[in-house]
């Protein structure tokens, strides 16, 4: 939550209130950091290399760590969505590790055949595609049908 006031015009407050539940990072006995606590899966949106890197190594320093450990043991959904540009090789290589470990890197690249007319679309179409992973549809997500049929 560092950087959202950089990013967007929401405050912490108002990302919260959103929520059913909040866990607080540095919460190690937090529900979800138990594989008995009951979860479709996790998305992490946006997806720090830091974060990466300590899911990657199994380094469950803070509750997201733990939580995206725990869906990897428990052969849960995890969606990693990266947010760095440019990409080291030592980046590259803890995507390779958290893929084959069950992970999916779902960078946040824009879809331009979309043709988006703002930044709010192009972040539904990314959140969209995110939920899509999961089976959920928010009606933002649009999907490539192939070019348009010539007359």
Not at 52 to 70: Q, T
Not at 90 to 118: D, E
Request: hydrophobic share 40%.
């Amino acid at each position: 939550m560092a950087t959202i006031k950089y990013e967007t015009d929401y405050t912490p407050a108002n990302i919260k209130a959103l929520a059913d539940h909040v866990w607080f990072n540095y919460d190690q006995a937090g529900a979800i950091s138990s594989g008995s606590f009951h979860t479709d899966g996790m998305i992490i949106i946006p997806c720090s290399m830091k974060t990466l890197a300590a899911i990657s190594s199994g380094y469950c320093e803070d509750l997201i760590a733990r939580a995206a450990n725990i869906m990897l043991k428990e052969r849960r959904r995890l969606v990693s969505a990266a947010r760095e540009t440019l990409l080291s090789e030592i980046h590259l290589r803890n995507m390779i590790t958290v893929t084959r470990a069950g992970a999916i890197i779902c960078p946040q690249m824009p879809a331009f055949y979309t043709r988006p007319s703002s930044i709010d679309d192009l972040v539904d179409q990314m959140v969209g595609l995110c939920l899509d992973l999961f089976g959920l549809d928010t009606g933002d997500f649009k999907r490539w049908n192939g070019p348009p049929m010539s007359e």
